[in-house]
């Protein structure tokens, strides 16, 4: 008899979805899809608003990466200006970015992923959360604490609030940094660097006892797609479009971000309220690309910092050639983008101009149409709006992170699910791990859906004639 398996919600992630899996006859998987159920709104109601509201109003799609919205909006704002900002005032912009990749991959990798990797997939629901952690490994899940308490300080001390601060403005930002936050801030990064630098040496360690999890999590064939520095380097808040190929082969490179619709294409499905992105030259569905720390990591030539590059190195250790292929090495590749992050935040803040008081440029609107790009920590994060000769939005496009990782999504879960689900014999370890490799893209469905809302906490088994047969409750 064919069922339906629905795992609703799928937790341990932002925003609210659901995985069914379609099981034949014999118990086998013969399909698997993500649902984002939360309904697309914001590309509507942002028409009609003056364009100057757009990046405190679109950084309300969510409250975890509200910094990687405010800024790419604003560089869409820059864009219609047509300015160029003020070096200082990109230093300053820089800082916050950074400062919300090391605390946005700090709630990834201890709060949400670590209760899998600590105590395994079959472990009991009730302890497999971050309360699990705290009473198994408490130096970490105090780590973990700390190093987005440092990050969200930082933010808040260049923006006013920890969450949804509007200091970044369009031409800038609307105020310099004063030589107290400065030396607050400075004080606050050796003690990260070693949170950092500890957790990515304990996690090397478990590397090896996932193996077999690493075959499975994501390893289809895909491209690459990232910011790159000039140079080829590790890019978060500027820089130019790089693909690469399963291979390594890059191409497309140095492609303005503003020509990112000759690149990307965008698709709909009926099961779900997420786009789905694809690279056009190799159409829909089989465009699929990957994008986030671990395409960033496969596309960047060099990080550009010390320890970083060290762990770089490492990471590009796991596989004898080519891209790093497994979906489970998002972990990895979060660890050293913290690093990063940590070391460049030292760069740019011991710079002596960074005090300096030049940081906004001033203008009105001087063109119909801009788009910004940045990375958001999940991925490239598009803003594109047009607007009339009053300045007022008349279009919007939003290319989420999350939503640029959609079809792999779907084809890791369909993965995932034939190496470890049977049928014939369901345990819910099993169906966590289809959810952990969810956890590995550490999707934002909020922003991907730019939505809100609730659902019920059960995994239900449904025989052909969608009665439900047995209610598994989640953990």
Known sequence: MSRTVTIEPVTRIEGHARITLQLGDAGQVEDAKFHLTQFRGFEKFCEGRPYREMPALTARTCGICPVSHLLASNKACDHLLSVSIPPTGEKLRRIMNLAQLTQSHALSFFHLSSPDLLMGWDSDPVSRNIFGVMRQEPALAKDGIRLRQIGQTIIEMLGGKKIHPTWVV???????????????????????????????????????????????????????????????????????????????????????????????????EDFSYMKFPYFKAQGYPKGIYRVGPLARLNNANACGTPYADVALAEFHMLQESGPIASSFHYHYARLVEIIYAIEMMERLLKDPTILDTRVRARARSNRYEGIGVAEAPRGTLMHHYRIDDDGLITWVNLIIATGHNNLAMNQSIRQVADAYVDGNNLQEGMLNRVEAVIRCYDPCLSCASHAFGQMPLAIELKDAAGHIVDTLTRG
Not at 202 to 216: C, G
Not at 227 to 247: I, M, T
Not at 249 to 256: F, H, Q, R, S
């Open 170 to 268: 369009p031409g800038g930002v609307n105020e310099p940094l004063s030589q107290e936050k400065r030396d607050a801030m400075l004080k606050l990064l050796p003690e990260a660097l070693e949170i950092a630098k500890r957790t990515y040496a304990f996690f090397k360690t478990l590397v090896p006892k996932f193996k077999d999890e690493a075959d499975h999590f994501g390893t289809m064939p895909t491209l690459f797609f990232s910011l790159v520095s000039p140079k080829g380097n590790l890019e978060h808040y500027d820089g130019f479009l790089r693909v690469k190929d399963a291979k390594g082969n890059i191409l497309e490179d140095m492609v303005p971000p503003w020509e990112y619709e000759r690149l990307i294409g965008e698709a709909v």
